[in-house]
């Protein structure tokens, strides 16, 4: 009778265990081994090359670091840019105002849109005619600033920074939001009893503000790291691909490797040097981030 | 002393400008919509080259030609098929596995409670790869079926995480009464514990939703033929085909975002609270 109902109760576990150990756990593990392997993703023969695979991404492969480091200039925009744009809102929303659900509601429009109709948009907005109606560089002819007129998605100076200011267009929905919150768990008490004992608003908000908002911040820059550093679908609806490296980033190159050189086992090690470097970077986020509080 | 006007006048003008940055970037928000739903009535010659926003005619063909003959209504279709079966999967699956985890005893329970905790949290980038070789080997690559489990795990993890949160929290008197009534565990799974946690499960509807019908590059991979391709996939695919229409791949951009955007108008209470809740307990 106990026998019965325990397998009962294994009956509610059954389809999630089963789906999330073929379509999970089974890949994960073939990740790590495929990753020792050099295979073409067709032929039943692959070649064992040891730690091979990872020589060659660390030492000879510079079009992977390049993507590392236009992933990593993309993440510092958002982590200044967007996160700072994103707290400015929140702090303006946080007092008492009008229209400030209107405003919440907007705001978080461009997150629930998808990366690629973004960049398809923005892409047809910016790019000059005939391939889209270079609203950009009308405008700057139109403020007299002719100089400024470039190619902005077709120059290889430009593509990356603009890459990142879409993107971060797109992404401070989340931060406001999340500061919002954070925000809004600040006793109001706590900024009067400031304004009694003579605080300006300056004080109030470096004193108050501030320091009670570190855990939130740190919690808004792992997100932010975690989600721009894999960010890539954006890039193919703007800049329609890697643009010759200028703006490649990571999950491009693993999916170029698999998809154009149907190099499976590479794409393999590229997916487990970039998770371990992903791993290691919130990691230190968090250490700092614990320290900093601690003072 | 400074009058009380002066310190009206700065209160106001500090008002001011608030609104004047936040209507700034309201606009920016809604501006590349707006710009789409006006080009997709252009024409062909006008499209770009007309710097005004608003069209002089209407030209609402463009719909019906995307519709029809660009084929985005056969993937606007595939799309709801996608968006409403692995819905449906995540929550049956998922409440199913929450509850479990949150009331009923069995060998392993924690360690598997773990396991899906773990895999929410540890990222794997290019697990695309992987899932591509692990569909051909089933035979699953290129079918709805392939893509639609694989969704469900996608899912899955977060879901029932969330799930078990909320059943952990709902009082066990009623539950304790469907059984004195003689309902069995899975009638009160159906019967009790699902129609409480509608607060929850609309949570997890409108994310996974949303999620299944933006995703981009599981349909890339997993789908040769044009027919089985969502929306996200199609959009891509239409613009390098021949020389791209733009005005119907304008509507086809429409299409795709239209109902998103209207979902999240009338469920937009679920979508705020639930973020800004998860960022409190993060």
Known sequence: MRLKSTLENYLFILPAVVIFFIFYVIPFLWVFQLGFYNWDGILPTKTFVGLGNFKDIIFNDPSWWRSIRNAGFITFIALTLQNALAFLLAWACDRQIRLKNFYRLIFFIPPILSELVVGMVWGFIIRDNPQGAGLINRGLVALGLPNLVRGWLSDKSTVLTTVALIHSWKGFGWGFLIFLAGLQTIPRELYEAAKVDGANAWQSFTKITIPLMVPVVVLAAILTVLGTMQAFVLIIGLVGGEFAGHASVPVLRILASMRYSSRFGYACSQGIIFGVILIVVSFMQYRFSKKARQG | ?282
């Open chain 2, 1 to 282: 002393m400074k009058s009380p006007i002066y310190y009206k006048t700065k209160k106001i003008t500090l008002n001011v400008l608030i609104h004047l940055f936040l209507i700034s970037v309201a606009v920016s928000c809604l501006f590349p919509l707006v710009w789409m739903i006006f080009a997709s009535f252009k024409t062909q010659d006008t499209i770009f080259k007309d710097a005004a926003l608003i069209p002089k005619v209407f030209h609402f063909e463009n719909y019906y030609l995307a519709w029809v003959k660009g084929g985005f209504g056969r993937y606007f279709l595939n799309s709801i098929f996608y968006t409403v079966s692995v819905v449906i999967g995540i929550v049956i699956i998922s409440s199913l596995a929450a509850y479990a985890f949150s009331r009923l005893q069995f060998p392993g329970k924690n360690l598997l409670f773990v396991m899906f905790l773990v895999a929410m949290m540890i990222p794997i980038p290019g697990s695309f790869v992987a899932l591509y070789i692990l569909l051909n080997k089933l035979h699953l690559r290129n079918t709805p079926a392939g893509y639609i489990l694989c969704m469900i795990n996608v899912g899955l993890s977060t879901s029932i995480f969330l799930l078990k949160t909320f059943f952990d929290k709902m009082p066990k008197e009623l539950e304790d009464a469907a059984r004195i009534d003689g309902c069995t565990k899975f009638g009160i799974w159906w019967h009790v514990a699902l129609p409480l946690s509608k607060p929850v499960l609309a949570v997890v509807v409108i994310f996974n939703a949303l999620n299944v019908w933006n995703e981009y590059i599981l349909a890339l991979i997993i789908f040769d033929s044009k027919g089985f391709m969502p929306l996200q996939v199609a959009l891509q695919t239409f613009q390098g085909e021949f020389v791209t229409n733009y005005p119907l791949l304008m509507a086809g951009l429409t299409i795709t975002v239209l109902p998103i955007v209207l979902v999240y108008l009338f469920m937009q209470k679920y979508i705020i609270k639930g973020v800004m809740q998860g960022a409190v307990v993060g």
